[in-house]
T-cell receptor, first 116, second 113 residues
């Protein structure tokens, strides 16, 4: 069965520090998709990125970057030069494309606090 | 703004009651998903509809039901409510049957007293 593990429950950093949020997943499907969502204090879930299992290229979007490694079943998220506005709960999620479930399976989330 | 609209934003009701949560997906999206976020269980998938038909079921209780109407909006019905049903209920929509980006509404916070 599919599973997503975010071992870091809470991380606290000081503004301008870099921070990496870890995500490890389990699936039997060979075709799957990985996602990151941000949940700020206001509560909504904001889509950040989707990667498919055939594309292991790392991606950078501004201060955000993602490192996908199939060999270790990890999809880690790094925020460079963190800002107070980055304070939120971040969720990693998995969706299977084969006969598995296509709805999102979420990790338990990592709460990031960025102190000024 | 994700384009997904959920109403109401907040709901307080008593145990044993029934409530209906409503979701309007993004324009053009055919899939609607319902998720529950609680402190105990985290974010859990409940049910998915695609173009009016039930597509997949997750950890949805028998007391809960949903439907998607011809105009593609969806409703989640929660009945015989218990204290443990207090949670944030999210609706998400996506273009196809799955695996594309799912965009979430702002959620309905349900409090059962």
């Amino acid at each position: 069965a599919q599973k997503v593990t975010q071992a870091q429950t809470e991380i606290s950093v000081v503004e301008k520090e870099d921070v990496t949020l870890d995500c490890v997943y389990e699936t039997r499907d060979t075709t799957y998709y990985l996602f990151w969502y941000k949940q700020p204090p206001s509560g909504e879930l904001v889509f950040l990125i989707r990667r498919n299992s055939f594309d292991e290229q790392n991606e950078i979007s501004g201060r955000y970057s993602w490192n996908f490694q199939k060999s270790t079943s990890s999809f880690n998220f790094t925020i460079t030069a963190s800002q107070v506005v980055d304070s939120a709960v971040y969720f990693c999620a998995l969706s299977e494309a084969g006969t598995g479930r296509r709805a999102l399976t979420f990790g338990s989330g990592t709460r990031l606090q960025v102190q000024p | 703004d994700s384009g997904v609209t959920q109403t109401p934003k907040h709901l307080i009701t008593a145990t044993g009651q029934r409530v209906t949560l409503r979701c309007s997906p993004r324009s053009g999206d055919l899939s609607v998903y319902w998720y529950q976020q609680s402190l105990d269980q985290g974010l859990q998938f409940l049910i998915q509809y695609y173009n009016g038909e039930e597509r997949a079921k997750g950890n949805i209780l028998e007391r809960f039901s949903a439907q998607q109407f011809p105009d593609l909006h969806s409703e989640l019905n929660l009945s015989s409510l218990e204290l443990g049903d207090s949670a944030l209920y999210f609706c998400a929509s996506s273009e196809g049957r799955g695996n594309t980006e799912a965009f979430f509404g702002q959620g309905t916070r349900l409090t059962v007293v």
